[in-house]
């Protein structure tokens, strides 16, 4: 839910010296190789030669209903047209070029992409426009189709980001400085951003009291939650809270397509609304609509895009605590090659979708109690889902505007081990290569804030890719030993 289906038109371009009918072939073979991996690729009649060809192609590209485009070179190709085109469509765009086939094409049949490619780059810089270039862009008609393939992911992440509304509840905590970051940085990414009270959230759930929706999702709770179901007692006013939610998202959404929120989640929240909010944000998060804590806006989109990039929920965590030399110890071959300053525990009060977790039961939330109820039995502090994330690839991102509105981000892949945190919460045991270096010079030296985005799946390619063609310059990760960030100390 909540995210673009990528529909690719496949366009050719040719330099009108060249033979169009070369362009038309490599073209043909490269749609073919698509359609036998079922790509979502549409094929443009239309090849650019001249301008004209353009304002045709561009016409057939809004019948066909295109919101991305795959522009490939089946020769030399004309760098004006071309770039016009890009300039012209507004959509992400990937630029690729064809490799000569043999030998025998070298006398008559040669296409001179490779060269064209130099061309069609410098005049899209002219132009400030930002296409997606693979790694090295020229290929057969399997490879260009293998690169298509790749694109769909980081064209998804852009569209949505392009096309997204965040609703923010509630003032950024004091206490939490960091996630009150200037929204200025959203705005130059296309992200539309409506900032309501916690009076407007509180009013949103005493105005779903009788909502006709709210048995299904009790039901739907009662399904999921199975034998782990704590306190039954509590489902309706959470369904109450998700029906509410729900119905502001579809009267809200306005110009946009897609829409996340970052939600003041404590500690008024418990006082009025009688539970804490996890399990819902859990639950919009798993259909993917992250629903961040703290009001932290860039959290909301961090999550937002590495749900995109995967097609997976992902959660928002707490950079949390180091691992304990004896848990390291006892783990023994758990930890595989990774050294105890590599790892680190994640952890949030209980926010992250059940299918990412391995067990998960609705608890209360210790931090929250020893400060509301101190004493007494849980009661308003209930609705955490808490349990050990699923061990295996993962990826951290996080986009954040720094203090002067520029926009900074950082993508890590690692694991989640198979150690026990012998904790509470949503958490997890997280293994990144020199974790420890990136901690310092990265987090800590680029004053990010404490809260990642998470995803169960490597996403660091695609994430990069789009951050790049939405603008982001400084994007950091976790070097290796003997490559040495901008301020660390080579003694």
């Known amino acids: 839910m909540n995210a673009p289906e990528v529909k690719i038109g496949l366009v050719a371009v040719s330099r009108d010296c060249f033979s169009i009918e070369l362009s038309k072939r490599r073209r043909d073979a490269v749609f073919a190789e698509c359609k036998k991996k079922n790509l979502p690729v549409v094929k443009i009649e239309t090849i650019i030669e ?27 190709g004309p760098e004006g047209p071309t770039s016009i085109l890009a300039q012209r469509f507004k ?45 090295y862009p020229v290929g057969t008609k399997e490879e260009i ?23 923010a509840f509630g003032p950024r905590p004091q206490d939490f400085l960091a996630c009150n970051a200037p929204i ?40 999921e939650l199975g ?64 629903v961040s804590c703290e009001v932290d806006i860039y959290g909301a989109l961090s999550e937002y895009m ?7 929920p992902a959660t928002l965590l707490d950079i949390n605590n180091s691992v304990p030399m004896d848990m390291y110890k006892k783990a023994g071959k758990k930890v595989k090659n990774y050294t105890l300053t590599d790892l680190f525990m994640g952890f949030h009060c209980g926010n992250t979708a059940s299918c990412m977790m391995d067990n998960f039961t609705i608890k209360f939330q210790k931090i929250m109690h020893s400060l509301m109820e101190k004493g007494k039995a849980p009661d308003i502090t209930r609705g955490t ?20 509105t520029t926009l900074k981000s950082y993508v890590a892949e690692g694991e989640i081990l198979n150690i026990d945190p012998n904790s509470f919460g949503s958490i997890a045991v997280f293994a990144v290569k020199e974790m420890g270096r990136f901690y310092r010079h990265v987090l800590i030296g680029k004053q990010y804030p404490h809260h990642c985005a998470v995803v169960l799946d490597h996403a660091g390619k695609p994430l990069f890719s789009a951050l790049k063609m939405l603008g ?14 901008k301020n660390e100390n080579p003694f």
């Open 50 to 76: 001249n301008e004209k060809d353009t304002l045709k192609a561009l016409e057939e590209i809004k019948l066909k209903n295109i919101n991305a485009l795959s522009i490939y070179l089946g020769n030399f």
């Open 91 to 135: 959509g992400p765009v990937m630029l690729s070029a064809a490799a000569e086939e043999s030998t025998a094409s070298m006398p008559n049949d040669r296409g001179d992409a490779y060269c064209g490619m130099l061309n069609a780059s410098y005049n899209f810089n002219l132009r400030h426009l930002l296409p997606y270039v693979p790694e």
């Open 145 to 167: 189709a293998a690169m298509i393939a790749e694109f769909i992911s980081v064209a998804r992440t852009v569209i949505a980001v392009k096309n997204l509304k965040i609703f």
């Open 184 to 223: 200025k940085g959203l705005y130059d990414l296309g992200v539309e951003v409506m900032e309501n009270s916690e009076l407007d959230l509180y009013d949103i759930f005493k105005s779903a009291e009788k909502d006709p929706k709210i048995p299904a999702i009790v039901k739907d709770m009662e399904k």
């Open 227 to 290: 034998k782990n179901n704590t306190y039954p007692d509590l489902l309706k006013k959470q369904a109450q809270y998700e029906a509410g939610l729900l119905n502001f998202m579809s009267a809200n959404t306005g110009s946009s397509k897609y829409t996340i929120f970052a939600n003041k989640c404590w500690p008024s929240f418990e006082k009025y609304f009688g539970f804490v909010p996890c399990y819902i944000n859990s639950r919009l998060a798993g259909r993917g609509i992250p």
């Open 306 to 312: 590495a749900s995109c990039a995967t097609e997976q």
């Open 385 to 404: 889902l808490e349990g050990t994330i699923k061990s295996g690839d993962m990826t951290l991102f996080r986009l954040q505007s720094s203090s002067d």
């Open 472 to 485: 982001i310059k400084d994007i950091s990760f976790n070097q290796p030993n003997g490559m040495l960030y």
